[in-house]
């Protein structure tokens, strides 16, 4: 049997710090695209990248690239999952749950376009629509600044 998910669990602020220092800082990548994250939850995350002229994919339109989109998605999907494991294990001590994204992986990811990305800025959305004990599915959203949705994501990532 498989434990449950609570929403009701609130993170211990050494674990949301230290998992942000993960994603932003330790995960170069994501300081490349900017990535941040503006929220941390046992069931959701949500994220932001400020529009910038490294990130312009379309000149003519001062628009967002492709591959930054589907990069910010995975990457929060990622982060969801990661949250998810942690807030499976809150018998555990921060630091010890903060060992167990070791293996954490992309195995599937699904993005669809829906529209130009023109945009100060954008937000990301993640959230885990089940966590198994080797694969989780994940369910991601990026907007822009308006709250207009640009692109959705749906991913698979290997846990264990």
Do not use: C
């Amino acid at each position: 049997m498989t434990k449950k998910i609570s929403p009701a669990h609130e993170f211990e602020p050494e674990f949301v710090t230290e998992l942000k220092a993960i994603f932003e800082e330790k995960i170069v990548f994501n300081q490349v695209l900017g990535l941040k994250v503006t929220g941390l939850w046992p069931t959701r995350v949500t994220g932001r990248i400020d529009m910038r002229r490294e990130l312009i994919g379309s000149y003519s339109h001062n628009r967002i690239h492709g591959g930054v989109i589907s990069a910010g998605l995975d990457a929060m999907g990622g982060l969801a999952v990661m949250a998810a494991i942690g807030a499976r294990h809150m018998d555990e001590p921060p630091a010890q749950r903060l060992q167990r994204f070791g293996k954490l992986g992309t195995i599937d990811l699904r993005i669809d376009y829906l529209r130009p990305g023109i945009s100060e800025y954008f937000e990301l959305r993640a959230e885990v629509l089940r966590l198994g004990s080797r694969v989780a599915s994940t369910r991601m959203e990026f907007l822009g600044a308006d709250g207009k949705l640009f692109s959705v994501g749906s991913g698979a990532y290997i846990v264990s």
